[in-house]
């Protein structure tokens, strides 16, 4: 009951390039049992298979990389599966080499607001994973109440809005509700969705909705810098809770983000792929695929967000999966004020940062220190998740940088296949994922799992 993973080129913590080495998986627990700085194939990459099971993997020089965390993702069952699902959703999780998701609270229905509707989604996702799933919890006005039972049950913190939602089981929170969340919040994880609307905020005006410049108008960058210069207020009023801010859009707000962890504040912060990889110049009018809040901004904002990343102030990377049915972004009006906001990627972020990060002489290591081990430590599973260590559970990645493909609907695990990737080129391909050392995805598989099982575990 040992999976044995050796190849020349293995993706070691400390380490910013691959170097020899050999792992192994206990197979009854799921953990890896040694790590040996040797490659010990014969240079042809080959298997061998017990019953049902894939034993040794001689990877020859492919890159074998540890298992990819996304904390942001919405999977949207229970109540809305035809947007997405957790069979499809983490289908498309394992194609693209991530063995872990944390799913938000939002967008199903009930959402994650109660240990109730806890038990709900986890019956809902029983039997579908194809790799493990946390949950986070959600905090709306009056549910205080419910935050410990919440982590009591399992949540790995909670998510929260500062600006409305257009959802009506999930409504923004005011100051006095923070205020009253936060003191139940002793050493957890507080999530913002960081836009705020106040007094000061521009007036938003509706001239031509089909214009993504008057639409990326409407969602300004001072809804950014007045939520997260709220948010470090707060922080300080409480400051044994850790505040995170989701999909940083804004290069605007990073003073105030630098400025904070300066003193000392427990914050973290992430942006996503879209905003890494996409530019405002290159968005066609009517093009509502592209739709999402905080919107995609210009492209020197997209570059001091690289910056940030690469000087520490922007602590990990997440897809914000954030699917709906295709009519829902209305593509036929192109009205980018009436769409569905959200981007599709969940699959794609390993190219698409491997692709863009080459340009900028990004190295694996960080690729990884963003996509897994930030991930993971956000989410409280730092011990077990995003490297590749002894004790650490057995989830590994055989991936190789080299080939290119054209993204197309082929490509796309996720159930509603519409993303602004479409046609893009992107560098780097997963061969197999393993989740806990069981073969998860393997793309010389028919549809890349015909034959296999889902054996992810809910956390």
Known sequence: M????????????????????????????????????????????????????????????????????????????????????????????????????????????PPTTTPRNLDIKRHSARGQCWVDVGFWGGAIPQNQAKLGPLLSAGVRGFKCFLIDTGIEEFPCVSESDLHAHMSYLQNSVMIFHAEMQTASSPARHRLNPRSYQEFLSSRPKELEIDAITFITRLQAIYPSVSCHIAHLSAAAALPIIRAAKDCGSKLSVETCFHYLCLSAEDIPDGATEYKCTPPIREDSNRNLLWDALVDGTIDCVTSDHSPCLIEMKGLERGDFMEAWGGVSSLGLGLSLLWTEGRKRDISLGQIIRWMSIRNAELAGLSGTKGQLKVGHDGDLVIWDPEPEFKVSKEHLYFKNKLTPYDGMTLKG???????????????????????????????
Not at 430 to 448: M, N, P
Request: proline letters at 6%; one cysteine or more; charged letters at 20%.
């Open 2 to 109: 040992l999976l044995t993973v050796t190849s020349r080129n293995v993706l070691l913590p400390d380490y910013d390039l691959p170097r020899p080495a050999t792992i192994n998986v206990d197979l009854r627990t799921g953990k890896i049992i040694e790590v040996r700085l040797r490659y010990i194939g014969d240079g042809v990459c080959r298997e061998s298979w017990a019953p049902g099971e894939l034993h040794f993997v001689d990877a020859g020089d492919k890159i074998v990389l540890p298992g990819l965390v996304d904390a942001h993702v919405h999977l949207e069952e229970p109540g809305n599966q035809d947007w997405e699902g957790f069979w499809t959703g983490t289908q498309a999780a394992a194609a693209g080499g991530v063995t872990t998701l944390i799913d938000m609270p939002v967008d199903s229905s």
């Open 429 to 459: 391909l997963v061969h197999k994922t393993f989740v806990r050392g069981r073969l998860a995805y393997d793309s010389a598989l028919q549809d890349g799992f015909t034959g296999l099982q889902p054996s992810g575990e809910l956390l």
